[in-house]
Every structure is written in C-alpha cells, then in structure tokens.
C-alpha cells in the first residue's frame, strides 16, 4: 500500500519555528521528486517547496525563500520542511507529495494543520 503520512504540524507564536515530517512506503521513494503543498482556507493550493529525488537540488516559492528548507533522507524515506520566522500567512494544511522520476506514480498524503498565530 502506498502511503504518505505527514506529521509535525501544531500551533505556533509567529517568529516561531515547526518541523514537518513526511514518511513515504509502498513506493521506490529515492526515485521519486518530493513537493511540500499548503493549502489555506478559501485559497487554492500553491506549492511550497519541491527538492530532486538526491536532495541536491532545492527550489521555493518566494513567500517562504530564507525562511524554509526542504531536505529528504533516502535512507529513512522521509521528506522534511524545516519552518523558521513564522507568519501568520503561514498558516495551512501542509502537504506532502511525490512526482515519479522514470516512475509514473503521483502520490499524496493527507496533510497535517500548521497554525500560527498569538
């Protein structure tokens, strides 16, 4: 069974900081991109973070660059989103998601609710 399944999430005071975990089975995971996706409410979702199925390569949308880093652990099969300086705009259902490389497979997991505020 393919699975994604994202933890971390919680309340947090702005300028705080979350660590979001995403851990992936039932696929070839180190062959696959990861993508972290928010969605507030009344918004579309808009993607956040996505990094290359090594971990070299790193891309971020402008409201969260210098605050969030994206990294992934091929040998634990798990995605991170490492959240600093907190904002109220922050506050989503975080996503996690992963793009077949060579692979045809688009997996989702069920979100996790990060909330900032005071």
């Known amino acids: 069974e393919v699975q994604l399944v994202e933890s971390g999430g919680g309340l947090v005071q702005p300028g705080g900081s979350l660590r979001l975990s995403c851990a992936a089975s039932g696929f070839s995971f180190s062959r696959y991109a990861m993508r972290w996706y928010r969605q507030a409410p009344g918004t579309e979702r808009e993607l956040v973070a996505t990094?290359?199925?090594?971990?070299?390569?790193?891309l971020y949308a402008d409201s969260v660059k210098g605050r969030f880093t994206i990294s992934r652990d091929n040998v634990k099969n798990t995605v991170y989103l490492q959240m600093n300086s907190l904002k109220p705009e922050d506050t989503a259902v975080y996503y996690c998601n992963g793009v077949g490389v060579q692979a045809p497979g688009n997996y989702w997991g069920q979100g996790t609710q990060v909330t900032v505020s005071s």
């Open positions: 990094i290359n199925t090594s971990g070299g390569s790193t």
